[in-house]
């Protein structure tokens, strides 16, 4: 699965962002997909994930009741929608797919199979 993200950019503290992720190829495989991010100096963060089929959401302490997470399975697409965004929320944003069944750790990174390249988000006081 190939999966590519989209809508980061440079914005002020408090404002709201949505990101996108576009899935292609084998998507019939795709079970989960996450978003993580990168910031320097960190480990790579786990935010969101969402089930293929059922769109159960599971969300990290540190961004649940701000960001949110959606998909369209008819466009193979997810979305992550983020509010109040801080300057801590400075980061490379990557989606993340898992094709593999089984339970696993969904708010671990070797839980997925295949990753986007990332986009920027920057945010200024």
Known sequence: VQLVESGGGFLEAGAS?????VASGQTYMIDAVGWFRLAPGKEREFLAR???TVGRESYSDAVKGRFTISRDTSENTVALQMNDLQIEDTAVYYCAARTRTGWYDYRQTDAYDDWGQGTQVTVSS
């Open 50 to 52: 969402i089930t293929w």
């Open 17 to 21: 962002l949505t990101l996108s992720c």
